[in-house]
């Protein structure tokens, strides 16, 4: 198997190496840990905010990387299959917000709770399901999570409560806001700041696009969501300021999307590919990653590519799997709409079809 | 153009005579009798004082639950919600105003006797309560939300139509807020208005996920409210507003369960089927009695109790079905005794007649039962306008409304 990995990373790279050389990465000694410096995060009625520097360790570090490669390899994937259309209906991909979720989960416990919107399947992945499960989840097959039904908003696992098509929700979110503050209840508010609302730039949506600001009684931060580090150290912070029982806080990621809002959108209308190009060059969430642990010795950049060439094979198979996977059977069509002992009819499109519901 | 002059120098002199919002009468000033004046003034009084459209018909004393008491209905809610707290400890109350007992004291010494924590206030955000009620209840504890006008169910109705309904089916069955009943007040009380008066089930009828009930009576309210809270899906029970204090009957303490999607036939007929649900049973009831004296015409009086699901079995037996199909269905042992073949349906319900619930009965009935049809279904309902103040007693499907259908019905 390694020498597998070994002749295909060689291919890859396009490094000519002798296997003795490669028994010489294997023992190569690598730092434990290094000490990062990161960006201080704009603060809304806080005193003090997460710390500026952090520590990451070279486990850590290569856990998040492979985490982070994953959702992008697999977002990428889901492009693919919605163009080739084997993937239909809606798809919001996340690509270039992998410091979020992966950053997130950092930050929590996996007995937390969770619940997004609809740019869910780097949420879905981080919150512990597989790869293949949400691939067959979007291609509608019975072995997806919610057994083939839900698509791509509707994704749920353990202590994650989807994936939902949310929309509209200006109103209700404050009303969030002032319930969770007048009851103190320990709730992480998360903006991630895509800086568009499908086509709309902020500044021609919002009256006030300080977003951190808006929870206006409850504190927040503003944090820089391309960097997983921050992202770690702010998610440290909010969580531990509310398990302390303060209530609420909230908490602006400022990141970005390449893809368009969703796969109907070209994301190029309302925005130019210069923009597009100089944040993948700039800011790209594994990029930065990949530099500071190759630059502080926490990793080579062999080891790297060889997670990269797990990550893609783990994708190829999943997707294989969604692709042949059987869809979920017609019966399915009425289930579940209630809890219901015995079970019973649901009409059909005529008086004449009746399909039996189960749950 | 005179005459509108004189109309307004005669309500000018008129809002001079009466500062402070109460209107005086005046003598002799020419207005039609009666115009302008309080409903309570002088001696007229009786006249316009509005006598209820129905009379409350209490149901016999159970007696197969136990000791039972008299209540009015919204005393037997409130018994009903202190069984459920008292039987779940994950069962919290929450509304606007319930902490003191509620606009309609149907959460009277709930507090008190449980605790901040399980009976408390939200703010006022319809769509928070309803929306805050769902995460209760996927994490598993059981959320009874109080709105408190049905008329204002409709900033959370994307919660309940988006949210709640759908939850079980777009998780695969992975997460439910089957735990959480809704109770709302229904339904006109003679003074209600636009905002205080509507019957919003048909708005909810189209949503599968989520089921709707509407009592009749105290008994039934404590039964199908259990029934509701227990049930594993979402439920909104809607109770009628002018019963809260009109309609009393004895009621068992102890708790006890009435099944939901079950229509209940209060009185057995022959030659029409008269269904409605909530206060509206009353009227039939009544249309049902004044049919028999009248016309000889006996009438079978049914009590939906659910909208949806709703019984689809017990109105089509009763209003017409050939006997060869009843094998399909499944009889309850009495019902199996007593086939009725009616051919004749009137429903009736307050809520507008375009797009009511009455007419989700009439289709599905003309569907499965069209050979067997003496007559059009009728439907009396209310006009299609906003419920009005003044108009009231104009506008609702009173019984002599309902009496002109049915004998339209019969001479068919």
């Known amino acids: 198997m390694r020498k597998m990995l070994a002749a295909v990373s060689r291919v890859l790279s396009g490094v000519a190496q002798k296997p003795a050389s490669r028994v010489l990465v294997a023992s190569r000694s690598f730092a434990n840990d290094a000490t990062f410096e990161i960006k201080k995060c704009d603060l809304h009625r806080l005193e003090e905010g997460p710390p500026v520097t952090t520590v990451l360790t070279r486990e850590d570090g290569l856990r998040y990387y492979r985490m982070m490669q994953t959702v992008r390899r697999m977002e990428l994937k889901a492009d693919q299959l919605y163009k080739q259309k084997i993937i239909r209906g809606f798809c919001h991909l996340c ?56 698509g791509s908003m509707h994704m749920y696992a353990k202590n994650f409560y989807g994936g939902n098509g949310i929309v509209g929700a200006q109103g209700q979110i404050f009303e969030a806001y002032n319930m969770a503050a007048l009851w103190k209840l320990p709730c ?27 929870g206006d009684f409850i504190p927040g931060l503003r944090v820089d969501g391309m960097d997983i580090l921050c992202v770690r150290e702010a998610t440290r912070f909010a969580a531990a300021y509310c398990r302390s029982g303060k209530g609420p806080i909230l908490m602006e990621l400022q990141t970005y999307r390449y893809h368009g809002h969703s796969m109907s959108d070209p994301g190029v209308s309302y925005r130019t590919r210069e923009e597009i190009q100089e944040v993948r060059s700039k800011s790209d969430p594994i990029m930065l990653l990949k530099d500071r642990m190759v630059n502080s010795n926490l990793a080579s950049v062999e080891e790297l590519k060889e997670i990269d060439v797990e990550v893609r094979k783990e994708i190829e198979d999943a997707a294989q799997f969604a692709t042949a996977d059987p869809e979920p059977p017609l019966e399915e069509l009425g289930h579940h709409i209630y809890s219901s002992d015995p079970p019973f009819e649901v009409r059909g499109a005529n008086q004449w079809i009746k399909f039996k519901s189960i749950s | 153009m005179a005459v509108a002059a004189a109309i307004a120098c005669r309500l000018l002199r008129l809002r001079a005579a009466g500062a402070g919002g109460h209107w005086r009468r005046l003598r002799g000033a020419g207005l039609p009798r009666g115009f302008l004046q309080p409903a309570s003034a002088g001696e007229d009084a009786a006249q316009w004082r509005r006598v209820a459209h129905f009379t409350f018909q209490p149901d016999p004393e159970p007696l197969e639950y136990g000791q039972t008491q008299k209540m009015n209905l919204f005393q037997a809610v409130t018994s009903a919600l202190d069984n459920s707290l008292a039987k779940d400890p994950t069962a919290v109350i929450f509304g606007e105003d319930v902490a003191f007992g509620g606009v309609f004291r149907c959460t009277v010494g709930l507090r008190d006797k449980y605790g901040k924590d399980r009976v408390f206030n939200t703010p006022l955000c319809e769509q928070g309560i309803v929306g805050f009620g769902i995460g209760i209840a996927v994490t598993g504890a059981t959320a009874i939300a109080e709105i408190q006008f049905a008329d204002y169910i409709f900033p959370a109705f994307d919660q309940i139509v988006n949210e709640a309904a759908k939850y079980r089916y777009r998780s695969g069955d992975l997460f439910n807020c089957g735990s959480l009943t809704i109770r709302a007040p229904w339904g006109c009380v ?74 209940e036939v209060i009185q057995e007929g022959s030659d029409v089927t008269l269904v409605a649900w909530g206060t509206q049973v009353h009227v039939i009831r009544e249309v049902a009695s004044m049919a028999q004296e009248k016309l000889g015409v006996s009438c079978e009086v049914i009590d939906l109790r659910t909208i949806i699901p709703w019984d689809v079995d017990t109105v089509c037996k009763s209003a017409g079905l050939e006997t060869e199909n009843l094998k399909m269905l499944t009889l309850s042992s009495w019902e199996r005794q007593s086939v009725i073949k009616t051919g004749r349906l009137l429903v009736s319900h307050e809520a507008p007649l375009t797009g009511g619930f009455a007419s989700e009965i009439s289709s599905t009935v003309q569907e499965e039962c069209f050979l067997n049809l003496e007559a059009p279904i009728s439907r009396v309902c209310g006009y299609d306008t906003p419920f009005p103040h003044v108009f009231e007693p104009f506008y609702i499907p009173d019984k002599w409304k309902c009496y002109d259908a049915l004998r339209k019905m019969i001479n068919y």
Do not use: W
């Open chain 1, 95 to 150: 690509d270039g917000q992998e410091a979020c979720c992966v950053g997130l989960e950092a930050g929590i416990n996996p007995t937390d709770h969770l619940i997004t919107a609809y740019r869910a399947h780097g949420f879905t992945f981080t919150r512990g399901l597989s790869v293949r499960e949400i691939l067959a989840e979007l291609t509608g097959r019975r072995g997806g999570c919610a057994k083939g039904k839900g």
């Open chain 1, 188 to 214: 992480i508010f998360i903006c991630e700041n895509n800086r568009y609302g499908m086509g709309t730039s902020v500044e021609r949506a919002a009256a006030s696009t300080d977003y951190y600001k808006r």
């Open chain 2, 190 to 263: 003679g003074h209600g208005a636009v905002y205080h008066s509507q019957s919003p089930e048909a708005f909810f009828a189209h949503c599968p996920g989520i089921k709707v009930v509407v009592p009749r009576s105290p008994f039934q309210a404590k039964g199908l409210l259990l029934s509701c809270i227990e049930d594993k899906n979402p439920c909104i029970f809607f109770e009628p507003k002018i019963l809260y204090r009109a309609a009393v009957e004895q009621v068992p303490v102890e708790p006890y369960n009435i099944p939901l999607s079950q229509a």
